[in-house]
């Protein structure tokens, strides 16, 4: 009985943190690797109130094990370690995705024998290394550009910088892409085909 009811601790202590690094990191797997938004919003929040549940559960069967066999009380420091480490991993796993969801993630398919030079908007610019697959994701702070003077039923009127690509061409000279507006949050995907040329309005 002493034993099953320390192997329930146990359970109890790893499980949350154990369901809830897979649901974070198949969400962020997800982002980072095909610029897709896996909705976990629901799941997690359930995990978390189970994870209460759970702690609450756990403590009662601390004390009750600690109750049953008081010189066996350091048996428990484990789990009590792990469920308080669990709480700094919930807010660590929080931070992180309230920072990405106000990132923008693209997936890019260069599907042309044109090669990439660049991509940049205003406040930032990646540029391409040569073994660089023809597919790939990369990531940014959107920017908005508010006009504090012009307001609509929805709030005040803003722009997004738009996102450009520089490609060069087999006589060397470079055509510059737009792509549309891109937002806070977004998973989006396009190809290079696409893409229509533009003249940028700054750099």
Not at 10 to 35: D, E, Q
Not at 77 to 95: D, E, K, R, S, W
Not at 167 to 174: E, M, P, Q, T
Request: proline share 3%.
């Amino acid at each position: 009985m002493k034993n099953k009811l320390l192997q329930i601790i146990y359970i109890f202590s790893f499980l949350p943190i154990i369901v809830g690094s897979t649901t974070f990191f198949y969400w962020y797997y997800k982002r980072i690797w095909f610029a897709e938004n896996a909705e976990i919003e629901i799941f997690a929040l359930f995990t978390i109130l189970g994870f209460f549940l759970l702690t609450l559960i756990n403590i009662i069967l601390c004390v009750i094990y600690v109750i049953r066999n008081a010189s066996e009380w350091k048996m428990i420091i484990a789990p009590v370690l792990i469920i308080l480490m669990t709480f700094q991993v919930i807010n660590l796993y929080g931070n992180i995705y309230d920072s990405f969801s106000n990132k923008a993630f693209i997936l890019i398919t260069n599907d042309t024998n044109q090669k990439i030079d660049r991509i940049w908007s205003d406040n930032f610019e990646f540029t391409l290394a040569e073994d660089m697959s023809s597919n790939f994701v990369i990531s940014f702070y959107p920017v908005y550009t508010y006009d504090w003077c012009v307001k609509s039923s929805g709030g005040f009127n803003y722009e997004v910088n738009p996102l450009y690509v520089d490609v060069d061409l087999k006589d060397d000279s470079i055509v510059t892409y737009r792509f549309p507006e891109i937002s806070k949050g977004d998973c989006l995907k396009f190809k290079l085909s696409e893409l229509t040329p533009s003249a940028p309005k700054h750099m």
